[in-house]
């Protein structure tokens, strides 16, 4: 659907995939710099335990060995691997520290004991092994309904009972026990969702440098470039001009990456050897210490009138923290204002715990709480459709959110086309023909959606602050200095599209200047599906005040006034007269080289951090067709639809892109990843590919990709969000579709066919 | 027999000699990555399952992770740095960029190796074919779906005499 | 499968330096091993080997390459059957047309392992050499009566497959001795074959695999076997299912008989992979399928 752009909506190759499909893009795991060490971990090897004594004399007399530290090493300042302080509107809570950045006693298998910066990795592992730490064992529970417990053993002082932290919905409305009464048909039913990791290829990776003067580089995959600057400077007592974060290009992130690791290590490291230290995850610590998806158990309750309009809604989630907070403190509220702020309901309460367990953290993985819980909130939709005798379709549209309705965060929705999302959908998943039909056979097919809505940034919850500075250059072209992060997501050929559309020059005339907190302004970073509609409006927003400079300079140039100018084609000329104008290259130039004093930059500068007045949330519907063998218990999803509203797409081929692999990840959420944590030693046992399977090429569905691609009124070129929706309704809509093969329903999650023969069964005697 | 301790011995990557010495428990991909700084080719699951470390030796698609460097010397070995040549880019890598194929790019050399090998076997796969040849190929951002259309559209252009 | 992970207090990332030999000749070869008895690993493709050293699972003082030994990777087939040697790469055998052909079990067990790259590098003799009960490889040759010939510094045998593997990860050699021949009977005529299994994903470890082998001639079955993998410690023959099919007119009852007794005689655990009460039922359900594969195969 064309709307008359130059640039935005068209299906652009990214300017940096040249790089990387000549294997010449570096990544932290490729960077050298000279003299740089190896640092390499000590992590326990017991679930729970007190430290008592560590004695690293012979670690330290090993040649090649150039530092050994411990806790007592480092400063002793207690931060949230998550970021504490990330500000939060009134209503929420400031999120707690709870962990040092060696462990003052060891809380999961693989928490960080001490570290070593050695040669080279033969020596660095020589040197862990001759660290000599006397643990006293202690009592560990790898479920947090077992760290409920009363005598359950305790992770951290403060914590009753291992509970870090008891949310109630802030946005709760009306009486629920006064709306299940009155409701014609109530559903209720428990779910759980399992840790999913984030699977990224680029094991977690670090270089930290301090050069000469003392200042501190610090190369990392972090998503969050400026509020890992601040949480360094804060650690190590620095001044924020004396940090100096770097990104290079990043092998995957979807929110893992969000969190901090290894990179205190390596600054500590660093500070005590002088040299470059490089710490570098194999692919089992990845899995073992780096945040997974917060994992949940909840009960989902919603009461409709006969007409199917949803009057009641609760929530009740025990939140899977892991042996530290990391982002899943907030991951239960965060679940809750999903899954109740989707649908319209005049009365909604809900409340979560989040608890401690000795296992690898959760935190905050790509939808963060939104495919959790509308895994749970659609199926019981469904469910009630069921009970009401009315087409699940039909229950999502009579209760689907208009525009100018108050959003999941309680402000007026800009733009919202799930109705045409739904309408799409099923249409092209042939929805009449397939749903609802008498099922026979071996194998039984049936079809399944879902929706959701989510988000284009945190606001009002959390900070959204983006700045860029567009500035030209003699030739035309621009430098466009900006720091969403690079995690792979395509968002510099986004802002190079929204630039160059708002100043007339093409996106190869961008040159995108990033990743270096010393070089750019604040960005908060990538998350939240924030970048295009946050990010791009601040580069809206500077290029709109360069275009400014520049036709007030074109205007004296030619005589008129500014407002009889316009831009195209990496021209300026007089509206209504296109061959009277100036190419952009001769007005930047004629400043920038003036000799008669009154030169000038043509450069723009903008932050854009709203406190909004209204949200522009992306939705999606989301359809899938399955087979299910009735012997095996296998499903095989024939075919999979994502209707997706996510504004104007900047660049198709990029939101399909991010919708593909989000169909990726919502299969293998659905399908076959699981945590699996050995009970008798609190190893984690799915620690690699062998073990913690993802979809590869064999195991992909029939997908098709519909972007609606209509207008948000207040995103840069009408562009919403679309990162996170990519995968937020896939695992309930082939739960749905399941029980349209057979009958049956699993609510605990990843659907094996193990459950599905299970329930099969059960059904049947 | 004598034990092999530390052997100075060849390497020919990209149509290039290396005379390197180097101890019998180095992986190919150390060799490639921290003795040759060729870092195109990566380093992620180091067990053989993900394919990221894929490099052709001897035109076959081999895992440099799971394989000691010294039993492929003297062996033709390319890596994507090797790809390209002076003509420019290879039709598969062309592909990749002009089809989408790429996101974080991590996978890619793995992916881009393994297909041009699969083109070199079977110059007209259907897409079920390519589905099966990078079934040990694992992405995670993209979900294959480019990827696939990418090494089709390559096949195209490689049959209309594209180079 | 008791141990997945070592618990090291640290993650590995590069390989423990070993002794290194690389002898010319198999001779070489088992004389190397001999000397270094339990210690010592033979390296083929390396694909198993070399991140189970990464993961310190395995820490071998000795490694004795294979590579330069020539003429170990062919494939020949001729009346006395299909051979193929401690080289043979896997994907050899899955593009060969003579194993397609006449070894059909093999051919699907080798195609359904999804890596290229891991059938490229990796050998089916060293993934014998592995003994999982899982190996699929194996599950299709016990199906097939293949035979092993060992040698060791000074012997000389030949083995049935069932007799190779003794336990979860053990196998009947003898420090010194190695597998230089697989062996594969040519199936006779009126032959039929058939290889199932379930995974979670693709490229994944059965949960269950089963192959079928069976002949009918004049509409009776006259010779029949049924190998089960992830299902016991090591691969098995439902020998009492192949009673029940045996000099028979095989029936549709038959067949769910013979499946039944399949899945009885399974001693089936839960992993990481699947439960042990889904095994076991899905056992009988592929014996089933297996069977009806292999007979409908028979008669084409």
């Known amino acids: 659907m064309s709307q008359g752009f130059a640039c935005v909506g068209k299906r652009l190759a990214q300017a940096d995939a040249p790089i990387k499909a000549t294997g010449a893009a570096k990544y932290v795991v490729d960077m050298k710099l000279p003299g740089m060490l190896v640092g390499k971990v000590l992590r326990s090897p017991y679930p729970h335990a007190m430290i008592k004594r560590i004695d690293k004399s012979e670690a330290e007399k090993l040649p090649g060995v150039e530092a050994v530290i411990t806790l007592e090493d480092t400063p002793k300042i207690l931060y949230a691997s998550s970021f504490r302080d990330l500000p939060m509107a009134p209503s929420g809570s400031l999120q707690r520290s709870d962990e040092y950045i060696l462990a003052d006693k060891a809380r999961y298998v693989g928490d960080a004991i001490a570290a070593v910066a050695a040669a080279d990795e033969q020596i660095a592992e020589e040197a862990l092994k001759s660290i000599k730490v006397k643990y006293e064992k202690l009592p560990f529970v790898t479920h947090p309904r077992d760290a409920m417990k009363p005598g359950a053993p305790k992770l951290h002082d403060y914590a009753e009972n291992n509970i870090a932290v008891r949310v109630t919905y802030p946005l709760a409305e009306g009486d629920v026990v006064k709306g299940f009464q009155e409701s014609d048909v109530v559903v209720e039913e428990t779910f759980s969702v399992t840790k999913q990791s984030s699977g990224h290829l680029e094991t977690q990776t670090t270089i930290a440098n301090v050069d000469p003067t003392g200042k501190v580089t610090c190369y990392s995959p972090c998503q969050l470039a400026f509020p890992l600057r601040r949480e360094l400077a804060k650690i190590f007592n620095l001044p924020e001009g004396m940090v100096n974060v770097v990104n290079p290009f990043v092998g995957g992130s979807f929110g893992a990456r969000l969190s901090v690791y290894n990179e205190p290590i390596a600054v500590a490291l660093a500070m005590k050897t002088r040299k470059p230290v490089k710490i570098e995850y194999s692919m089992e610590e990845n899995f073992t210490c780096v945040h997974t998806r917060t994992a949940d158990e909840y009960t989902v309750k919603m009461g409709f009138k006969k007409d199917g309009t949803l009057h009641a809604m609760q929530i009740k989630i025990l939140t899977w923290a892991g042996a530290y907070l990391g982002r899943a403190q907030l991951a239960g509220g965060i679940m809750l204002i999903w899954g109740m702020g989707h649908y319209r309901c005049p009365n909604k309460a809900g409340e979560c715990q989040v608890v401690y367990c000795n296992t690898t953290p959760s935190a905050a993985m790509r939808g963060y709480g939104n495919p959790e819980v509308m895994w749970g909130v659609e199926q019981v939709m469904d469910m009630a459709a069921d009970k009401l005798g009315i087409n699940p379709i039909e229950l999502r549209r009579e209760n689907i959110k208009k525009v100018g309705e108050p959003s999941n965060m309680r402000l007026p929705i800009e733009s919202t086309y799930l109705e045409d999302c739904i309408k799409a959908g099923a249409e092209k998943i042939g929805w009449k023909e397939k749903w609802g039909k008498k099922k026979e056979g071996l194998k039984r097919r049936g079809v399944g959606m879902a929706t959701m809505t989510h988000c284009s940034g945190a606001y009002p919850l959390l900070i959204e602050h983006s700045g860029a500075i567009v500035k030209f250059n003699g030739d035309g072209s621009i430098n466009l200095i900006v720091n969403p992060g690079s995690p792979g997501t395509h968002i510099w050929g986004a802002l190079s599209q929204i630039a160059a559309e708002e100043l007339g020059i093409y996106p190869e005339d961008v040159y995108i200047v990033t990743g270096e907190t010393d070089k750019t302004l604040f960005d908060l970073g990538s998350h939240a599906s924030r970048s295009t509609f946050v990010t791009g409006s601040a580069v809206l927003m500077a290029a709109r005040e360069a275009k400014g400079q520049l036709l007030e300079r074109a205007g004296r140039m030619l005589g008129v006034s500014p407002d009889e100018l316009q831009v195209k084609d990496r021209k300026i000329y007089i509206k209504g007269a296109p061959d009277k104008g100036l190419s952009i290259s001769e007005v930047v130039r004629s400043a920038m080289w003036e000799m008669k004093g009154e030169a000038m930059n043509i450069a723009g500068k903008s932050s854009f951090a709203p406190f909004p007045k209204s949200v522009s949330p992306p939705t999606a519907a989301y359809f899938a067709e399955v087979e299910v063998d009735t012997e095996t218990g296998e499903v095989k999803v024939l075919k999979f639809i994502t209707a997706v509203d996510c504004g104007t797409a900047i660049n198709p081929m990029t939101v399909e892109g991010q919708c593909e692999g989000g169909i990726q990840e919502g299969l293998g959420y659905a399908l076959t990843e699981d945590f699996f944590v050995n009970k008798e030693t609190g190893v984690l046992e799915s620690d690699n590919f062998t073990t913690y399977k993802m979809p590869g090429s064999l195991d992909m569905p029939e997908t098709e990709i519909i972007i609606i691609n209509k207008p948000d009124p207040k995103g840069p070129f009408g562009a919403k969000g679309v990162g996170e929706p990519a995968l937020v309704g896939i695992a309930p809509a082939i739960a749905n579709a399941i029980y349209d093969a057979v009958g049956v329903r699993v609510t605990d999650l990843p659907i094996t066919p193990e459950k599905v023969l299970k329930t099969l069964k059960e059904k049947h005697s | ?163 | 499968m008791s141990q997945l992970v070592k618990l090291l207090g640290f993650f590995p990332r590069v390989l423990k330096p070993f002794e290194y030999f690389e002898p010319k000749t198999i001779g070489e070869a088992t004389q190397i091993l001999s000397q270094y008895g339990e210690r010592a690993r033979l390296l083929a493709g390396g694909v198993d080997l070399v991140p189970r050293m990464r993961r310190r699972l395995l820490v071998p003082k000795c490694v004795v390459s294979l590579h330069r030994i020539p003429r170990l990777d062919y494939i020949r087939s001729n009346r006395g059957g299909l051979k193929f040697g401690p080289l043979t790469s896997i994907r050899s055998l899955e593009l060969s047309p003579l194993v397609k052909k006449d070894y059909l079990a093999l051919y699907e067990a080798v195609h359904q392992l999804a890596s290229t790259q891991v059938k490229t590098t990796g050998t089916a003799v060293g993934n014998l050499c592995v003994a999982t009960p899982a190996s699929d490889i194996a599950v299709a040759l016990f199906a097939l009566g293949a035979r092993l010939r060992l040698v060791g510094p000074s012997s000389r045998k030949t083995i049935a497959i069932e007799d190779f593997f003794v336990g979860v990860g053990q196998t009947i050699l003898q420090p010194g001795e190695m597998v230089a021949e697989v062996v594969v009977p040519c199936p006779p005529a009126g032959a039929g074959q058939a290889f199932l299994k379930l995974v979670r994903t693709a490229a994944d470890i059965a949960k269950v695999n089963v192959a079928v082998s069976l002949t009918v001639a004049d509409g009776v079955c006259q010779k029949v076997r049924v190998a089960l993998g992830s299902v016991a410690p090591t691969i098995i023959r439902a020998r009492r299912a192949e009673r029940i099919l045996k000099g028979k007119a095989i029936d549709q009852r038959m067949i769910e008989e013979a499946a039944q007794a399949a899945a009885e005689e399974t001693r089936t655990i839960t992993d990481i992979r699947s439960t042990s009460e889904y095994r076991r039922e899905v056992s009988r359900v592929l014996v089933r399928r297996a069977i009806s594969k292999a007979l409908e195969r028979a008669k084409a």
């Open chain 2, 1 to 163: 027999m004598k034990k092999i301790e530390k052997e100075t011995v060849n390497f020919i990557v990209n149509g290039r000699k290396y005379q390197l010495t180097i101890e019998p428990w180095v992986t190919l991909a150390e060799v490639l990555r921290d003795y040759l700084d060729l870092t195109g080719t990566k380093v992620s699951c180091g067990v053989g399952e993900c394919g990221s470390c894929t490099v052709l030796v001897e035109g076959k698609p081999i895992l440099s992770c799971s394989t000691l460097a010294i039993t492929v010397r003297d062996k033709s070995i390319l890596t994507i740095e090797g790809l390209a040549t002076k003509d420019g880019l290879h039709p598969v890598q062309k592909a990749f960029i002009d089809c989408g194929a790429i996101q974080c790019g991590f996978c890619t050399p793995g992916m881009i190796l393994t297909s041009k090998a699969l083109l070199d076997e079977n110059p007209h796969p259907t897409r079920e074919e390519v589905k099966e040849f990078l079934a040990g190929n694992l992405c995670r951002c993209t979900g294959y779906v480019k990827i696939i259309d990418a090494v089709v559209a390559a096949a195209g252009a490689m049959s209309r005499g594209g180079k």
